[in-house]
């Protein structure tokens, strides 16, 4: 039996083909079920690829079920295809702040927005490979294409096949929430889904939400030559970041020409001829903003429906699928990882928690999600890195939490990259010593942000970062600079003076 429902990617082209012929042959024929499998994995994102190819790896017999794009969300809306255009936007930039490095550039708009989108698409193909339906069924998974659906407690059935299971992984992810507001509907409007399939740069992008994605599309598109104006419910630009790195972002943002709007909420919207017109209110005032695309960016849904999961006694709320520290779901045959049980939306905490799920479903093991350290970085210029307790709780913790920030002005490399907004923050257990948190905003901060992990996971002192010696001059640097400052922190006035007298003694 062929599989059904083969995708379409907009727009039609070598690059798009390729990537379905990776991701979801037409041609593709779902192999005979073979009696009853280790392990069954609904879903071939991040968490559902970890899954099946960790399974086949250690022998076990494994079936990979997906019913629209292997990868998910990241490798075709989400992280690949994002952090493409972002790289295109930044060489934008880059040349418009030439002059300031002695360097000479023609002042002619730099950005050629359908080589941009095609830039993106040749990658997204390539990079498609390493999550083909080819390279997982070498790996040792039976691929199979199509919708899928529970049919008992230890069967699934896909496409005229029911498969029973000894375990089972749902990783079915998340997909982007709708605007379910008066006219948006019938106005249209962009998310990730689809703003990758743009062959026209719009003149002007109301991008609706201020959380990563919206604050980093907003900031690319403004790049290219948009006129952008992003608009939010809350009174800052990424809500679950420090203040202080909203702050930044926020001068950035006004700095290139972005509109910000806070304190918005969003009526209707209706058309404006070829345009689109929303509706909005702040404070006491109607406004409306007439634009040529709308980006909608409000959070994420998660992808139940048609899972049938009444049928295996799995147990689903409005955030997902539920599962226990060990990410078992109410069926105990049946795990979860990725965003569709998860707080955590990232790729890399999707592959973290899979690697969990098949360890505790294959092998009785005892692996629980409480225990991983999880960053997350935005990847607006600069960027926004974070790991371990928030500001916000940092503060409620009082006098247990020591902070120390350095700024990246004060930091050598930063300087002559010409790249001094941002700063390393450190959160301190002021009794032990051990690092608990840690943001850091800069050009650099995602990649940075790794020494701060490793150190929480190994429950490491402030002290321990301290001694790290990082080549110079290096905007990482900073981490230890911000280190150091904790033993200033620990001097107290009888030490201090202690230390007076013996230098005075010693001269």
Not at 387 to 392: A, L, M, N, W, Y
Request: proline fraction near 4%.
């Amino acid at each position: 039996m062929s599989s059904s429902h083969a995708p379409l990617v907009a727009p039609d082209d070598i690059y798009n083909r390729e990537l379905i012929r990776n991701l979801h042959p037409s041609d593709w024929v779902n192999p005979k079920a073979l009696g009853r499998y280790n392990l069954v994995v609904i879903g071939a994102g991040t968490a559902g690829l970890v899954s099946a190819a960790g399974g086949a790896a250690l022998g076990a017999r494994v079936a990979l079920l997906e019913r629209h794009l292997m990868g998910g969300d990241c490798t075709n809306y989400g992280c690949v295809p994002s952090k493409a255009i972002i790289r295109s936007a930044r060489a934008a930039h880059a040349l418009r702040e030439a002059p300031e490095f002695g360097i000479a550039v023609s002042q002619e708009e730099p950005a050629d927005f359908p080589r941009v989108m095609e830039r993106m698409r040749r990658l997204r193909a390539q990079i498609s490979a390493n999550d083909s339906v080819d390279r997982f069924s070498k790996l040792g998974a039976q691929v199979f294409l199509g919708d899928a659906r529970f049919v008992g407690k230890n069967e699934i059935e896909i496409e005229g096949r029911r498969l029973v299971f000894s375990k089972a992984v749902i990783a079915t992810g998340a997909r982007a929430a709708s605007l379910d507001l008066p006219g948006f509907a019938e106005t249209g409007y962009l998310t990730n889904e689809t703003v990758f399939s743009l062959e026209t740069l719009p003149k002007t992008l109301l991008v609706i939400g201020t959380g990563p994605i919206g604050c980093e599309l907003a900031q690319t598109f403004r790049r290219f030559g948009s006129e952008v104006i992003i608009a939010g419910r809350g009174s800052r630009l990424l809500p679950h970041d420090d203040a202080d790195a909203a702050e930044i972002l926020k001068g950035r943002f006004e700095s290139e020409g972005i509109r910000i709007l806070f304190s918005s909420r969003i009526l209707r919207a209706e058309r404006a001829g070829s345009r689109r017109k929303v509706f909005l209110k702040r404070g006491d005032q109607e406004e409306s903003i007439i634009a040529d695309e709308i980006l909608v960016a409000v959070g994420r849904k998660p992808n139940i429906e048609g899972l049938n999961t009444e049928a295996a006694r799995v147990k689903t709320d409005a955030a997902g699928v539920v599962v226990d520290d060990r990410l078992r779901t109410s069926n105990p045959d049946i795990y979860a990882a990725g965003d569709i049980c998860s707080p955590y939306q990232f790729t890399h905490a999707a592959e973290a928690m899979a690697r969990i799920a098949i360890q505790n479903a294959l092998f009785f093991g005892r692996k629980s999600v409480s225990d991983l350290v999880i960053p997350w970085s935005t990847y607006t210029d600069p960027e926004v890195a974070h790991v371990g307790i928030t500001e916000k709780e940092a503060t409620t913790r009082g006098d247990a939490v020591v902070t120390f920030t350095k700024e990246f002005r004060d930091t050598d490399r930063a300087i002559l990259d010409g790249e001094t907004e941002g700063y390393v923050r450190l959160f301190m257990n002021r009794k032990d010593g051990k690092l608990l948190g840690a943001t850091i905003v800069g050009s650099h901060a995602g990649e940075s942000i790794g020494e701060a992990v490793l150190a929480i996971k190994q429950k490491l002192t402030v002290g321990h970062l301290s001694g790290v010696i990082h080549p110079y001059p290096t905007q990482a640097e900073a981490l230890k600079r911000a280190a150091d400052m904790q033993y200033r922190s620990r001097l107290k006035p009888w030490m201090k003076r202690l230390l007076d007298r013996y230098f005075r003694y010693r001269r």
